[in-house]
Structure formats: C-alpha cells, structure tokens
C-alpha cells in the first residue's frame, strides 16, 4: 500500500523593512500626503482662474491626475503589508504593480483626450476669450491672475521631484519614482503656461498660443503614461529584476553569483531574480560538485547568505540539478556568468531532478 503524502500550503513569513528603510518609507509617506495636499491647493486655485484658457485647463488636468500616483503609492503600502495566505501564497507585493498600471493607463488615457482636443482647437483656429475680473475695487486682466497661479505651483513640485527620488531609490519603489518624475516635469507645465506662449501669448496678440501650450502640456501628460505603463507591465510580465527606474538590471542577481561560485561544493550556477513590486524572488540553480548533495546546513548557510546580500532579497530558493537548462549556458556550455531571466520560461525537465532544501536531508544516502 503507497505511503499516504501529506500535502502543506508554504506560506512564508512575510518580510519587513530594514531599520533604514523604515524611516525612508515614512519620510515617503509623509511626503505624499504633503503632495496630496499642495495639489488639492493648486487644483483649487487653477480652477478659480482658469477660464476659456485651454492650456490651463491641460494643466488643471495634469494637476488632478497628478494626485493619482502619490494615491497609489499610498494604498499600495497598505495592502503589500498584509501577510501571505493560502490563496496568495507569495503574499500582496504585487500590488505596487498594478496600481502603478492603473495610474499608467489613467495618464495614457486622458493625455490622449487633450492631445486631441487641443489639436483640433488648434486646427480649427479657437480664440479662448481672456476676460477681467473686479478685485478690492481694481479691474485686473484674468491673464495676470492665471500666470500668478502657476508660477506658485511651480517650486514645491521640483523640490518633492528631488526628494521623491532619493526615498524612490532608497526603497526600490517604482511607483514612487514615477510620482517624482512626474513631478520634477510639473514645472514645465506651469512654465509652458506663462513664459511667451499660453496665457502670456493670448496676452501679446497670438492667439494660437494658447492651443499650443496646451498641446504641449497634453503631450507630457501621455508621455508620462506610456512610460509609466510600459514599466508596469513589464514588471508584471516577470522580466528580470532591473534598478528602480529600469535603467539596468539588478545588481542583486550578479552578487548572488559571485557568492554562490565562492562555496566548494558548487560546480555550476545560474539564477534568475523576478521584481515582486518591493522585494525580490530568487531562484538558484545549482549543479554540486560531482554530484555530491550538500547537507542541509550547508543549503541554510548559503540561503542565508544570499539574504543577507541586499535586503531586497526576502525570498531566495536553492535547486539542486544535475545540470543546467541549456538555454541558460553561452554556445561553448560554459555555465552563465549573470543571468536573470523571466520566471514564465521553459520549465525544468523530470531528468534534472528539482531539489528544495527540505527535501535533501530526506533523500541523502
């Protein structure tokens, strides 16, 4: 009679922040709710003054959907903290993710619309009346007013741009540095506002100024979206673990090597790392020497280590094979010096004998 197996739901402790990266995530927190703030102000402010004028009602929209990263970010934080379940086994870190898509697609989306609204304004030869409005007993120029409104929103947004992006770094956060990058182009918009085009162009007798900047603001808008949404899909179509703002892979990947080639008992390695929003998975594949099993201390020691290499790297599997896929090795079959592949490619085949490390204490002569 077969031995009955006992089947287990693995659900892993889930993982907390370095001490470091504690007080960076509430200084990115906090900052957030500063943003949140400054744009309900400036929302505010650009709606009592904006008027007929298309490009400030661009920028209007920018500044509303403006509010959608620093809103994601914040509810992302909340749900990556809740721990792993029998249904979502490795846990809520997803979620950076896609919430960093949907404020992708939003921006794609409405940038879209006021590109061609605003074109076909500008085709069509539309002439915004700027009007003037009465204050304290003096009769101003509207146009006076809009320009005064977005030169005020013009230094906190560099100033949380800059900050952004250091806590961004810091935590490994693509959603925040999309927040950052966002706002540290926000000064282009007020400044497309006022400076010889827009508003200030209306005000100098050229009428097609106006369509213009607002063209140019929409166009940074939809800009901002396909970059931020081609950079969550990508995330969450697993390809390899890259830098906080995708300009190279993960140097966590090239360190787990290097350690890994260090210990005796390994002949051959190659592993993959996939992006889980915050925190890393990785994968080693390890060919042992002459096919000697390393004890299960050995396995510990070395999972530990690799964890202890960046912080980032909460999740560090260790397969034993008896040899390397050979999509993973360069034509001479010599093993792969950094890899970090997309973790929904080709599957291990039965012959390479997939070994967790619990498994290895049980099946050892």
């Known amino acids: 009679m077969p031995s009955r197996t006992r089947r287990r739901q693995l659900n892993t402790a889930h993982p907390t922040l370095p001490p470091a990266q504690q007080k960076t995530l509430r200084r990115a927190i906090q900052i957030e709710w500063f943003t949140i703030g400054f744009l309900a102000v400036a929302i505010t402010g650009v709606n009592l003054v904006m008027g007929s004028s298309q490009a400030m009602k661009a920028a209007w929209i920018e500044d509303l959907l403006s509010l959608a990263p620093p809103i994601a970010f914040l ?53 915004p009346p700027i009007g003037s409005v009465q204050l304290f007993g003096t009769v101003i120029w509207s146009g006076w007013l809009m320009m005064g409104v977005m030169a005020l929103t013009i230094p906190l947004p560099i100033y949380f741009g800059r900050v952004k ?20 182009a926000d000064w282009m918009t007020a400044a497309g506002s006022i400076v010889g085009v827009g508003v200030g162009g209306i005000g100098l007798g050229y009428w097609w100024a106006d369509s213009a900047a607002a063209t140019f603001i929409a166009g940074s808008i939809l800009r901002d979206g396909l970059r931020n949404t081609r950079a969550a899909i990508t995330d969450l179509m697993d390809t390899r673990a890259t830098t906080f703002d995708d300009h190279k892979p993960h140097p966590a990947s090239d360190a787990v090597l290097e350690y890994l080639e260090t210990l005796p008992w390994v002949r051959e390695v190659a592993v993959r790392v996939r992006d889980q929003g915050q925190f890393f998975h990785l994968e080693a594949f390890i060919v042992p020497v002459d096919a000697i099993m390393p004890t299960l201390a050995d396995l510990r020691a070395a999972q530990q280590r690799c964890e202890e290499l960046d912080w980032k790297l909460t999740d560090v599997v260790l397969i034993l094979t008896t040899e390397l896929p050979k999509q993973w090795c360069r034509c001479g079959g010599s093993p792969i010096v950094a890899l970090s592949r997309v973790v929904g490619g080709p599957s291990l085949s039965s012959s390479e004998c997939r070994l967790e490390a619990s498994e290895v204490a049980e099946r050892r002569p």
Request: proline residues 4%; hydrophobic residues 45%; glycine residues 8%.
């Open 75 to 127: 509810i992302a934080v909340r749900i990556i903290t809740k721990p792993p379940s029998d249904t979502y086994p490795y846990g809520f870190f997803r979620s950076v993710g896609v919430v960093h898509l949907v404020a992708g697609v939003a921006l794609c989306t409405m940038g879209a619309f006021l590109l061609f609204d605003s074109v076909t304004g500008l085709i069509s030869g539309d002439r």
């Open 165 to 184: 992006m250091r806590l961004a770094k810091d935590l490994h956060n693509k959603v925040l540095y999309a927040d950052a990058d966002m706002n540290k």
